[in-house]
């Protein structure tokens, strides 16, 4: 469907203050409905059961202090995340993802094991 010139326009304008505000905004929308609309209306069950069952996987990786199994499901996390155009998710999960490669947040240095 083609919106008029002037829908557009703002439409445009909008975004870009989302970007603005937030680097590349939270949630790149666009992506995100097409993919919600795939999931189940009444309970995404699908997509929060992804979620749910990595935090978790997650939480056992720190209890273990298993950096490796953190870092593998903070990059899965990571894609996933992208995928739904959830780009402070994806953030997140990058630093997670450098922690477990004992990493700064940042990813630059080697950190130190610390008993």
């Given at each position: 469907?083609?919106?008029?010139?002037?829908?557009?326009?703002?439409?445009?304008?909008?975004?870009?203050?989302?970007?603005?505000?937030c680097?590349?905004?939270?949630?790149?929308?666009?992506?995100?409905?097409?993919?919600?609309?795939?999931?189940?209306?009444?309970?995404?069950?699908?997509?929060?059961?992804?979620?749910?069952?990595?935090?978790?996987?997650?939480?056992v990786?720190?209890?273990?202090?298993?950096?490796?199994?953190?870092?593998?499901?903070?990059?899965?996390?990571?894609?996933s995340?992208?995928?739904?155009?959830?780009?402070?998710?994806?953030?997140?999960?990058?630093?997670?993802?450098?922690?477990?490669?004992?990493?700064?947040?940042?990813?630059?240095?080697?950190?130190?094991?610390?008993?």
């Amino acid at each position: 469907m083609l919106l008029p010139p002037h829908t557009h326009e703002n439409n445009a304008k909008d975004s870009e203050k989302e970007q603005e505000g937030c680097g590349l905004g939270l949630v790149d929308h666009a992506v995100f409905d097409q993919l919600t609309d795939m999931d189940n209306e009444d309970d995404h069950e699908f997509s929060k059961s992804i979620a749910e069952t990595t935090f978790e996987q997650m939480d056992v990786a720190l209890d273990a202090k298993d950096l490796s199994e953190l870092s593998r499901l903070g990059h899965f996390l990571k894609g996933s995340s992208a995928f739904m155009g959830l780009r402070k998710v994806t953030a997140t999960c990058e630093k997670i993802q450098y922690v477990g490669n004992r990493r700064d947040g940042e990813g630059n240095a080697n950190v130190e094991d610390k008993a």
